[in-house]
């Protein structure tokens, strides 16, 4: 079986438990990838990691070259995606240190890198994206948090905002209206590029403060950085319990 691939975000700039074994600077048509993707052996198994907000660096969500991140692991042959992302809870349900495995998006960003398709192939790319996460990649997440009795929430509508500023109260509260469960920055156009490329996708979020105007206290940088430390220990028993559920490659 191929191997997947993992996307680390804000507080997961190493995955704890990969023995890297190789660096793969992949080439790509748009230019270069946050940093080298690293090729390791969790367990038995080959796994590929990239950090997209790059190291020892940190790229803002709205420079991120999502193209050429997708490009590359797609490039390395991955059988699929798991991209990691910090998000805020906006219903009652999505509680500050809950995973989360988002089942549809909502994409406010805006002028992002966000689609492959420069009219040269003579024809539209016009992808489905009625289902924009891979069912089968969310499945396996469910059933290892059921397995490993992890706290998650099985589908959420996530919400892309444009950061690298967080987000007013108003605009939580149109996002609430809209439907939106969770608000992050960096789910799109990731999810979308990878669909375009026929790239099964899905996400983990973890959510580390309830977002603006939700809570009494002001938002803290440093709460979130606790919370970050340590779901970012629950995501790596969550991704213990994937790999071990999946053939050794």
Same mark, same amino acid.
């Given at each position: ?13 190493? $995955?704890?438990?990969?023995?890297? #074994?190789?660096? *793969?600077? #992949? ?25 997209? *907000? %790059?190291?020892? %660096?940190?790229?803002?969500? &709205? ?10 692991? &797609?490039?390395?042959? /991955? ?21 989360? !495995?988002?089942?549809? /998006? ?7 890198? *966000?689609?492959?398709?420069?009219? @040269?192939?003579?024809?539209?790319? &016009?992808?489905? !994206? ?5 069912? @089968? ?14 706290? *998650?929430?099985?589908?959420?509508? &996530? ?23 969770? #608000? ?16 099964? !996708? ?8 309830? @977002? ?8 803290? /940088? ?5 919370? $970050? ?5 629950? #995501?790596?028993?969550?991704l213990t319990e994937v790999i071990r559920a999946r053939p050794a490659s």
């Amino acid at each position: 079986m191929k191997p997947l691939a993992i996307i680390g975000g804000t507080g997961i700039s190493e $995955l704890e438990g990969l023995e890297v #074994v190789g660096e *793969h600077s #992949v080439e790509t048509p748009f230019g270069a990838t946050s940093r080298p993707v690293q090729e390791g052996r969790w367990g038995d198994t080959t796994l590929y990691f990239l950090q997209r *907000h %790059g190291s020892p %660096g940190a790229i803002p969500p &709205h420079l991120i070259n999502y193209r050429a991140n997708i490009w590359a692991l &797609h490039s390395l042959g /991955v059988s699929g995606v798991y991209a990691i992302n910090t998000v805020g809870g906006i219903t009652p349900e999505m509680q500050t240190g809950r995973l989360v !495995f988002p089942d549809q /998006v909502i994409d406010y960003t805006w002028g992002r890198e *966000h689609t492959y398709d420069d009219g @040269a192939s003579g024809s539209l790319m &016009h992808i489905d !994206f009625t289902e924009p996460y891979d069912r @089968a990649l969310r499945m396996a997440l469910i059933e290892a948090a059921q397995v490993a009795r992890i706290a *998650h929430e099985p589908v959420a509508v &996530h919400g892309v905002t444009q950061g690298p500023r967080l987000e007013t109260a108003a605009e939580i509260q149109r996002m609430a209206r809209d439907g939106c469960d969770i #608000v992050g920055m960096t789910g799109m156009p990731e999810a979308a590029l990878a669909r375009e490329l026929g790239l099964p !996708f899905a996400c983990i979020c973890m959510v580390v403060n309830p @977002a603006a105007g939700l809570d009494d206290l002001p938002l803290s /940088v440093d709460t979130m950085r606790e919370i $970050l430390t340590r779901e970012a220990a629950v #995501v790596r028993q969550l991704l213990t319990e994937v790999i071990r559920a999946r053939p050794a490659s």
